[in-house]
């Protein structure tokens, strides 16, 4: 999320690491606007914000994709059952699939528990194999059976069958009306795996989310959140965190059901699985629409953040980040209310230096969103509370393009805003080196950043543009003109035209026309 400055000129005057800015006064505070109100042009602020907050779901999502399947498969085994070693041909599982169907009844349960163990297989189950053996018309016979152990066996069947492509997911989808109707089983091993199998279904795409909703899983799913039996809490926010997930989730339902009493229990109940879960679901919950960001904080969520900011597990502390940062998008009273909390700001503090690299990336981001408020009071906590020394470490560090692009937006916020107060500082930790360094990288939002930082720095700060010159500068802003975006072109373009044009003499030593070789090439005539 970023913010446009406000086009006052400040003066400031300081050293940095051998080269010397000077901010002389300006009278021309008018032409400075217009400059800046041409370049806003091409950074595209609206457009920005709106990219910051759809990044929300988007960030980690491979991570977050392969935990999801991971989880999708840890099914458990039976007493005395083991899959170490289990072999199997297409043949024999015909044959299961014909004991199932007309077998006796202790058979029909050994061939269930069969088939059942060779879908939990982690590595290649024979998908493929169950569902062209004849299996889904048999556990459609099956699952409808008054026989308790039938349907648990035929569920975790399901479960598993769900975890392969889209089309065989495809092939359990009818199933998802039997599977509710067991959420409100008597039987909590049934409910629970019925809860892995709706998950299942609703994380393969969003249509088969929506169809798994329209046959009713969320209010019983949200009830089960209520449950006494931990594992039972853990899978019901994982299912319901698959049934939010995805574009256009229509989250009315999820706050119809009263689903924020129960999550805030499960906040405060200790159990740091189940808080994982909750946590994630509530990435989800809180990624769209202010008013249901209202309703949880009304219900206490504020309240907790900063406790679970003190959490020593990563999949709590990336979770509660991301909630952070989905509050801080929405308005400046949300950033008000966050930035106030006790101890908030310290608690990311902590996160944003801490060893582990997905905490200070996602850290960066909630900063950099907080910075990007319309409220210099707001940045001036931000400085005041010294952030501005660890961002601009981890910029001038090589923690890879994510982490310095994350935290190139939130120092852009920091200093190029509310008339570039804090440009001076955020200069004298070295950063104009950085900006431009990463100015060529293949990222055209890194990039347009980083042109904006030198923007802003050439046009306030007099020396500026030798700066520029004595690390090289042009080039890197030259970079950006070709096999880039149109945009990026066109911003470089100006940049060097209006700071290095003809008129520009940059301290330059002048050389007679017939001796030119020491100077830069591409002022060479």
């Given at each position: 999320?970023?913010?446009?400055?406000?086009?006052?000129?400040?003066?400031?005057?300081?050293?940095?690491?051998?080269?010397?800015?000077?901010?002389?006064?300006?009278?021309?505070?008018?032409k400075?606007?217009?400059?800046?109100?041409?370049?806003?042009?091409g950074?595209?602020?609206?457009?920005?914000?709106?990219?910051?907050?759809?990044?929300?779901?988007?960030?980690?999502?491979?991570?977050?994709?392969?935990q999801?399947?991971?989880?999708?498969?840890?099914?458990?085994?039976?007493?005395?059952?083991?899959?170490?070693?289990?072999?199997?041909?297409?043949?024999?599982?015909?044959?299961?699939?014909?004991?199932?169907r007309?077998?006796?009844p202790?058979?029909?349960?050994?061939?269930?528990?069969?088939?059942?163990?060779i879908?939990?297989?982690e590595?290649?189950?024979?998908?493929?194999?169950?569902?062209?053996?004849?299996?889904?018309?048999?556990?459609?016979?099956?699952?409808?059976?008054?026989?308790?152990?039938?349907?648990?066996?035929?569920t975790?069947i399901?479960?598993?069958?769900?975890?392969?492509?889209?089309?065989q997911?495809?092939?359990?989808?009818?199933?998802?009306?039997?599977?509710?109707?067991?959420?409100?089983?008597?039987?909590?091993p049934?409910?629970?795996?019925?809860?892995?199998?709706?998950?299942?279904?609703?994380?393969?795409?969003?249509?088969?989310?929506?169809?798994?909703?329209?046959?009713?899983?969320?209010l019983?799913?949200?009830?089960?959140?209520?449950?006494?039996?931990?594992?039972?809490v853990?899978?019901?926010?994982?299912?319901?965190g698959?049934?939010?997930?995805?574009?256009?989730?229509?989250?009315?339902?999820?706050?119809?059901?009263?689903?924020?009493e129960?999550?805030?229990?499960?906040?405060?109940?200790?159990?740091?699985?189940?808080?994982?879960?909750?946590?994630?679901?509530?990435?989800?919950?809180?990624?769209?629409?202010?008013?249901?960001?209202?309703?949880?904080?009304?219900?206490?969520?504020?309240?907790?953040?900063?406790?679970?900011?003190?959490?020593?597990?990563?999949?709590?502390?990336?979770?509660?980040?991301?909630?952070?940062?989905?509050?801080?998008?929405?308005?400046?009273?949300?950033?008000?209310?966050?930035?106030?909390?006790?101890?908030?700001?310290?608690?990311?503090?902590?996160?944003?230096?801490?060893?582990?690299?997905?905490?200070?990336?996602?850290?960066?981001w909630?900063?950099?969103?907080?910075?990007?408020?319309?409220?210099?009071?707001?940045?001036?906590?931000?400085?005041?509370?010294?952030?501005v020394?660890?961002?601009?470490?981890?910029?001038?560090?090589?923690?890879?393009?994510?982490?310095?692009?994350?935290?190139?937006i939130?120092?852009?916020?920091?200093?190029?805003t509310?008339?570039?107060?804090y440009?001076?500082?955020?200069?004298?930790?070295?950063?104009?080196?950085s900006?431009?360094?990463?100015?060529?990288?293949?990222?055209?939002?890194?990039?347009?950043?980083?042109?904006?930082?030198?923007?802003?720095?050439l046009?306030?700060?007099?020396?500026a543009?030798?700066?520029?010159?004595?690390?090289?500068?042009?080039?890197?802003?030259?970079?950006?003109?070709?096999?880039?975006?149109d945009?990026l072109?066109r911003?470089s373009?100006?940049?060097?035209d209006?700071?290095?044009?003809?008129?520009?003499?940059?301290?330059?030593?002048?050389?007679?026309?017939?001796?030119?070789s020491?100077?830069?090439?591409?002022?060479?005539?």
């Open positions: 999320r970023r913010v446009h400055g406000d086009g006052s000129i400040h003066v400031y005057a300081f050293g940095l690491s051998g080269m010397q800015f000077d901010f002389g006064t300006s009278d021309a505070a008018e400075a606007q217009q400059r800046k109100s041409a370049f806003k042009k950074l595209d602020l609206e457009s920005s914000s709106t990219k910051r907050r759809q990044v929300t779901e988007g960030l980690r999502k491979e991570k977050r994709e392969k999801l399947m991971s989880k999708r498969r840890k099914t458990g085994l039976d007493q005395g059952e083991v899959l170490e070693g289990l072999e199997y041909t297409t043949e024999q599982i015909v044959e299961l699939v014909n004991k199932i007309s077998g006796r202790d058979e029909k349960v050994v061939a269930l528990k069969s088939l059942r163990m879908t939990s297989l590595d290649e189950p024979p998908i493929a194999d169950v569902i062209e053996s004849g299996a889904i018309p048999v556990l459609a016979e099956m699952i409808t059976a008054p026989n308790e152990q039938y349907r648990l066996e035929c975790w399901i479960t598993n069958l769900a975890t392969g492509e889209s089309e997911t495809q092939q359990v989808l009818p199933f998802a009306p039997y599977l509710i109707s067991f959420l409100s089983s008597n039987s909590t049934l409910q629970e795996q019925a809860l892995w199998a709706l998950g299942n279904i609703a994380a393969d795409s969003p249509e088969t989310r929506d169809i798994v909703r329209a046959n009713g899983a969320v019983p799913a949200v009830h089960l959140l209520r449950a006494k039996i931990p594992s039972l853990r899978v019901a926010a994982w299912a319901l698959n049934f939010a997930r995805g574009p256009n989730p229509k989250l009315q339902e999820f706050f119809a059901a009263e689903i924020a129960p999550l805030m229990a499960i906040l405060q109940s200790g159990d740091a699985a189940a808080i994982s879960e909750v946590c994630w679901l509530l990435t989800y919950l809180t990624a769209h629409e202010e008013r249901f960001v209202d309703i949880l904080l009304h219900a206490g969520l504020g309240n907790v953040l900063v406790p679970l900011l003190a959490a020593d597990s990563i999949d709590i502390l990336i979770p509660v980040l991301r909630i952070i940062g989905n509050i801080s998008f929405n308005s400046d009273d949300k950033i008000e209310y966050l930035i106030t909390l006790p101890g908030l700001l310290e608690g990311l503090a902590k996160t944003l230096t801490a060893e582990h690299r997905g905490l200070r990336k996602e850290t960066s909630v900063l950099s969103n907080v910075a990007g408020s319309s409220r210099p009071s707001h940045v001036d906590m931000l400085v005041g509370a010294g952030f020394g660890p961002l601009t470490q981890l910029l001038n560090a090589n923690h890879g393009i994510d982490i310095q692009r994350e935290v190139a939130a120092l852009f916020n920091i200093a190029c509310h008339g570039c107060k440009l001076p500082l955020v200069l004298e930790h070295n950063t104009l080196p900006f431009l360094r990463l100015l060529p990288q293949r990222d055209d939002e890194l990039s347009k950043i980083c042109l904006g930082f030198v923007d802003h720095t046009r306030t700060v007099p020396t543009a030798q700066n520029v010159m004595q690390l090289d500068g042009i080039d890197a802003i030259e970079s950006v003109q070709f096999n880039r975006t945009e072109s911003m373009s100006e940049i060097v209006k700071y290095f044009g003809e008129d520009f003499n940059g301290g330059e030593v002048s050389l007679p026309v017939e001796d030119n020491a100077l830069p090439p591409w002022r060479r005539q």
